[in-house]
T-cell receptor, first 116, second 112 residues
Framework: GAVVSQHPSRVICKSGTSVKIECRSL??????MFWYRQFPKQSLMLMAT?????????EQGVEKDKFLINHASLTLSTLTVTSAHPEDSSFYIC????????????FGNGTRLTVT | QKEVEQNSGPLSVPEGAIASLNCTYS??????FFWYRQYSGKSPELIMS????GDKEDGRFTAQLNKASQYVSLLIRDSQPSDSATYLC????????????FGTGTRLQVTL
């Protein structure tokens, strides 16, 4: 089945620094990838849709200048959390779809971000 | 009203029993429905997808969809302790390309 690789799996950073998270589709091309965030005991909340070769589409309430998304190739999307603060500590998960628009999403293993 | 609703649980079933997980959704035009399993600290993994009314079986799992009543369910037969996890219902509303809306998940505990 489709494999989505996400790196790093865990990162601890100091407040004010930036963190980059990579998401790769390993065995398929993904023109669209999705970035979700999950706080403890809550469901996945879509942050943004990453579009290859164009600007990302952000969900309401998500600051595009804080969460920079780059989708430079058909297999790689990156999320950079800029000037991270403790409230940004969360589980960030990327996903991608293989094939048609009604196909299921496949998720990366997630990145646990802790901002101290 | 939440777009996708699930009972948070925990739902406790004995080993070998059938676990029944339910989900309702608000957008009647939704066409694609998915069940994901998420272990604590891990990302979701796809269990089942269903697109048409009725039942869809895959091994010990059966997904049931009733678009008229706007609910989708997941049955797990012969439940095993390894099935203990949070089960997320996901719905693709119409006109949203590939975006999925997730429920808050139901925590399942399979007891020995």
């Amino acid at each position: 089945g489709a494999v989505v690789s996400q790196h790093p799996s865990r990162v601890i950073c100091k407040s004010g620094t930036s963190v980059k998270i990579e998401c790769r589709s390993l065995d398929f091309q993904a023109t669209t990838m999705f970035w979700y965030r999950q706080f403890p005991k809550q469901s996945l909340m879509l942050m943004a849709t990453s579009n290859e070769g164009s600007k990302a589409t952000y969900e309401q309430g998500v600051e595009k200048d804080k969460f920079l998304i780059n989708h430079a190739s058909l297999t790689l999307s990156t999320l950079t959390v800029t000037s991270a603060h403790p409230e940004d500590s969360s589980f960030y998960i990327c996903s991608a779809r293989e094939g048609q628009s009604n196909s299921p999403l496949h998720f990366g293993n997630g990145t646990r971000l802790t901002v101290t | 009203q939440k777009e996708v609703e699930q009972n948070s649980g925990p739902l406790s079933v004995p080993e070998g029993a059938i676990a029944s997980l339910n989900c309702t959704y608000s957008d009647r035009g939704s066409q694609s429905f998915f069940w994901y399993r998420q272990y604590s600290g891990k990302s979701p993994e796809l269990i089942m997808s269903i697109y048409s009314n009725g039942d869809k079986e895959d091994g010990r799992f059966t997904a049931q969809l009733n678009k008229a009543s706007q609910y989708v369910s997941l049955l797990i037969r012969d439940s095993q302790p390894s099935d203990s996890a949070t089960y997320l219902c996901a719905v693709r509303p119409p006109g949203t390309a590939s975006k999925l809306t997730f429920g808050t998940g139901t925590r399942l505990q399979v007891t020995l």
